[in-house]
């Protein structure tokens, strides 16, 4: 079975600084990957995903990951956040035709 | 926005009663799943379903059961609620079983005295 650790639990960032938020994944086949966020209070948002092809994804927001084969790494960063980020984000991992796996989740919290 | 309603959203109830959760799409999604959320845990898979009346058990199945009697309408039951059920309970819908985006509804709180 497919597992996903988040290594870093809270992350806290200034204003227009860069952030990157780690994930790393185990399974013993090919998976697809996702990058999930919750703003407060609300439920989530898939942020930007990996199915194949390019390993470099980008979001309509800023955010990119790599999906990484060798590290079985999918790291989200963004290299200048905005108060507006602030929220927590979940990476998932799924098998194909198998359920999806989240990590425990980071949360990012933006200072002025 | 997906349409997906979760009702009640939130809820307080005593130990050893019933609760049913409801989750209510417009998207004519086929698969519908439910999770919960705990500190430290992310998100767990309760039930899932991938059509009218065809359900199947997650990771954290002990204690709910779920019924499905219309595409639009997924049910989530707890038999008899306890402390260890205090949750938030997110309902999801998908149109390709777990391989694409999952869209998720916005939750209920669920406190167990």
């Known amino acids: 079975a497919q597992s996903v650790t988040q290594l870093d639990s809270q992350v806290p960032v200034f204003e227009e600084a860069p952030v990157e938020l780690r994930c790393n994944y185990s399974s013993s086949v090919s998976v697809y990957l996702f990058w999930y966020v919750q703003y407060p209070n609300q439920g989530l948002q898939l942020l930007l995903k990996?199915?194949?092809?390019?390993?470099l994804v980008e979001s309509i927001n800023g955010f990119e990951a790599e999906f990484n084969k060798s590290q079985t790494s999918f790291h989200l960063r963004k290299p200048s956040v905005h108060i507006s980020d602030t929220a927590e984000y979940f990476c998932?991992?799924?098998?194909?035709?198998?359920?999806?796996?989240f990590g425990a989740g980071t949360t990012v919290t933006v200072r002025a | 926005d997906a349409g997906i309603t979760q009702s009640p959203r939130h809820k307080v109830t005593e130990t050893g009663t019933p609760v049913t959760l409801r989750c209510h799409q417009t998207?004519?999604?086929?698969?519908m799943y439910w999770y919960r959320q705990d500190p430290g845990h992310g998100l767990r898979l309760i039930h899932y379903s991938y059509g009218v009346k065809d359900t199947d058990k997650g990771e954290v199945s002990d204690g709910y059961s779920v019924s499905r009697s219309k595409t639009e309408d997924f049910l989530l039951t707890l038999e008899s609620a306890t402390s260890s059920q205090t949750s938030v309970y997110f309902c999801?819908?998908?149109?390709?079983?777990?391989?694409?985006?999952?869209?998720f509804g916005p939750g209920t709180r669920l406190l167990v005295l």
């Open positions: 990996y199915l194949s092809g390019s390993t």
């Open positions: 998207e004519n999604h086929r698969y």
């Open positions: 999801a819908i998908g149109d390709r079983f777990f391989q694409e985006t999952q869209y």
């Open positions: 998932a991992v799924s098998v194909p035709l198998f359920k999806l796996s």
